[in-house]
């Protein structure tokens, strides 16, 4: 039967391209600061009616509480006895970013040497074609229980689906979770991702003067709440570039796939002569240890500013953490760290933006199993197991919410997509495979599950 899948799927790509091209088109930023809501509402019924197509009978858009709208459905198959299989996805996009950066329009998908370019391509619209194109090569013919859920606010992380699964459990539960919003190794490198960093987001403000000062006149004796804030930053990383904030391990070891060095260089971008940082490898720095990142400062830009001392300045931090750290406690540890690094007695106040779990899934199950099977049937490779610097805040929910599922993450991203920057592509052969490996799945799982 996989082999007449392998065929069904192969025939069915003839649309995804052109289907994938509507959706790009799509302005589905769920920021209507930036975009307006149209392009996430147009998306939104778009996905709705091809799964409606695919006879889920009541497919509807369910609001959730930060607004957004999220594409909610089930299909039940003849056993009632079956088990229950959840598909996952979101709609929504990063923005573009810099356009002239793109070397074709952000929102139009064109082919550029056998990739295929557009925002959403990968992240994650790419996966909703993923989940289509699998349903479809398997038609009627599929011996478990669907539920679905395409959310429209993931990229935003203003939590609104999170918040609707805690409200609304009866309606997600399932034995098997596909999270598709990963993806693989390589290009036709198959992989899951078991292990997904949280994350603590902080902005520091430091004050130093009640307004500001000609430099010359006072600079020296007077405090600069910059230079104050430049000499905090410093701490915390060590001259190898380990995050070093105090009471946090950052001692931790990958023992998964690992992330070869010079491919990590290559899809990293780094410039000639420019060294990977932190006295781990690769993955142990990606996957196993906190990472902390400065993501913004308040300052003056370098054309237009005056002779003068800065007198209050802000930082948004951004720190990642491995499975097993609790964001609470980080959280606390960082703004400690924050405040004993203040120098000059400048005033520091620190607000906490976001925080997230990290999550690690388990892998002994049958689900887990069959996917493995699935993969290396499809790819005609054994799947490994990957980490992800990358937080998704659901996992954990799902995960509280349903102990007894098994979450599995996958998807068709891959280190050449770009995701997140300009120029997003997708090879379309990992949509196909990926496609196929999940069709394979939904096939065999109800089997594997009856022992």
């Known amino acids: 039967m996989s082999v007449d899948l392998r065929s069904q799927v192969h025939t069915l790509m003839g649309a995804v391209r052109s289907e994938l091209g509507e959706?790009?088109?799509?302005?589905?930023?769920?920021?209507?600061?930036?975009?307006?809501?149209?392009?996430?509402?147009?998306?939104?019924?778009?996905?709705?009616?091809?799964?409606?197509?695919?006879?889920?009978?009541d497919v509807r858009l369910d609001r959730t509480p930060d607004g957004s709208d999220a594409v909610v459905g089930s299909r039940a198959c003849a056993n009632p006895d079956a088990p229950t299989v959840l598909l996952y996805a979101h709609y929504d996009v990063q923005p573009p970013l810099d356009d002239a950066a793109w070397r074709t329009p952000p929102f139009e998908l064109h082919e550029v040497d056998g990739r295929w370019y557009g925002r959403g391509t990968a992240d994650c619209k790419g996966n909703i074609l993923m989940h289509l194109l699998a349903l479809r090569a398997l038609g009627d013919d599929t011996p478990v229980n669907l539920r679905l859920v395409v959310e429209g606010s993931e990229e935003a992380g203003t939590g609104g689906l999170e918040a609707f699964v805690a409200a609304n459990p009866d309606l997600f539960r399932?034995?098997?979770?596909?999270?598709?919003d990963t993806g693989n190794a390589a290009v036709g490198r198959p992989a899951v991702t078991v292990s997904?960093?949280?994350?603590?987001?902080?902005?520091?403000?430091?004050?130093?003067?009640a307004s500001e000062v000609h430099s010359g006149m006072f600079g020296g004796?007077?405090?600069?709440?910059?230079?104050?804030?430049i000499a905090m930053l410093a701490t915390l990383h060590d001259a190898e570039g380990n995050t070093?904030?105090?009471?946090?391990?950052?001692?931790?070891?990958?023992?998964?796939?690992?992330?070869?060095p010079e491919q990590f260089r290559s899809d990293a971008g780094l410039l000639e002569g420019v060294q990977l940082v932190g006295d781990g490898s690769v993955s142990d720095m990606l996957w196993a240890r906190p990472a902390i990142t400065v993501l913004g400062i308040d300052c003056p830009p370098v054309l237009g500013s005056s002779a003068a001392l800065v007198p209050r300045t802000a930082a948004r931090l951004n720190l990642r953490l491995p499975p097993g750290m609790d964001p609470v406690v980080a959280r606390d540890a960082l703004v400690a760290h924050l405040r004993v690094a203040a120098p000059w007695g400048v005033h520091v106040d620190v607000e906490t933006e976001a925080m997230g779990a990290p999550f690690r899934a388990e892998t002994s199950g049958p689900a887990y199993r069959t996917m493995a099977s699935a993969m290396d049937e499809a790819f005609g490779v054994p799947m490994t197991t990957l980490g992800q610097g990358g937080s998704i805040p659901l996992c954990n929910v799902f995960a509280d919410t349903y102990p007894g599922a098994e979450i599995i993450l996958m998807g068709v991203e891959e280190p050449l997509t770009a995701i997140h920057a300009p120029n997003e592509s997708v090879d379309p052969q990992e949509i196909e495979l990926c496609a196929l490996a999940e069709a394979i799945f939904l096939k065999n799982y109800s089997a594997v599950v009856a022992g």
């Open 244 to 260: 070093v904030i105090t009471g946090l391990d950052g001692s931790g070891n990958w023992t998964g796939e690992p992330y070869p």
């Open 23 to 57: 959706l790009v088109a799509f302005r589905s930023v769920a920021d209507p600061r930036q975009f307006p809501v149209e392009g996430s509402t147009q998306t939104a019924h778009w996905v709705r009616d091809k799964f409606l197509e695919l006879g889920f009978d």
């Open 174 to 180: 399932a034995d098997a979770i596909l999270v598709c």
């Open 196 to 209: 997904l960093r949280g994350m603590v987001n902080v902005v520091v403000s430091v004050e130093a003067l």
């Open 221 to 229: 004796p007077a405090p600069d709440a910059l230079g104050a804030l």
